[in-house]
């Protein structure tokens, strides 16, 4: 079975830092996505960034940035120039081709003026 | 219309009462998921359409959940005999599987159940 794992449930830095949020996977499948999702305190689910597993170079999106290894099974987001409205709940997320979105259970972010 | 919709946005209900919470995904959208997200903590996978198809029902916690689709549109979770462990947020979100990078999920605004 598909799993994620975000090993880090809460963190914390000073506006203007950058912070890295960990995630790992476990698959059996060659082709599949990856995903970062933000929830703000509304708790509308909104994407962040989308890696493709046939894609090696890693995306990036403005301030947000992946660092995904594929052999490792791991694909972390990196946030550049954090700002206030970066605080967030942060989950990773797999999914393959017609098949469920798997999530981790998040990593609450709090950027601090 | 644009997004995905979810209604009603808050519902209060009683202890063994039944409700209906309904999903209105992405038009166009074959993949349809429902999730459930306790107060500050993750997604719980419930239920995964294609069209109207549930190939996995494996998060659904009891029987007293179940959920259907139709037309390959709008679906409904239905929670009977409601227990005060239900209250929580549902969430529903489409998946286009565009295939052409652009995959993602699409989510609603969530209902939030309570109950009392």
């Known amino acids: 079975a598909q799993t994620v794992t975000q090993s880090q449930p809460e963190m914390s830095v000073q506006e203007a830092e950058t912070v890295t949020l960990s995630c790992t996977y476990d698959t059996s499948e060659n082709n599949y996505y990856l995903f970062w999702y933000k929830q703000p305190p509304s708790r509308q689910m909104i994407l962040v960034i989308r890696q493709e597993a046939y894609k090696q170079q890693n995306a990036t999106e403005n301030r947000f940035s992946v660092n995904f290894q594929k052999a490792a099974k791991s694909f972390s987001l990196k946030i550049s120039d954090s700002q206030l409205g970066d605080t967030a709940m942060y989950f990773c997320?797999?999914?393959?081709?017609?098949?469920?979105?798997?999530f981790g259970k998040g990593t609450r972010l709090h950027i601090l003026p | 219309g644009a997004g995905v919709s979810q209604s009603p946005s808050n519902k209060v209900t009683e202890k063994g009462k039944d409700v209906e919470l309904r999903c209105d995904p992405i038009?166009?959208?074959?993949?349809l998921y429902w999730y459930r997200q306790s107060l500050g903590q993750g997604l719980e996978f419930l239920i995964y359409?294609?069209?109207?198809?549930?190939?996995?029902k494996s998060g659904l916690p009891s029987d007293r959940f179940s959920a259907e689709r139709t037309g390959g549109s709008v679906s409904t979770l239905t929670i009977q005999r409601t227990q005060q462990e239900d209250s929580a947020v549902y969430l529903c979100?489409?998946?286009?599987?565009?295939?052409?990078?652009?995959?993602?999920?699409?989510f609603g605004q969530g209902t939030r159940l309570t109950v009392v």
């Open positions: 359409f294609q069209g109207n198809s549930a190939p996995d």
């Open positions: 038009s166009g959208h074959t993949a």
């Open positions: 997320a797999f999914m393959t081709d017609n098949d469920k979105i798997i």
């Open positions: 979100a489409s998946s286009n599987f565009a295939g052409d990078g652009n995959t993602e999920a699409f």
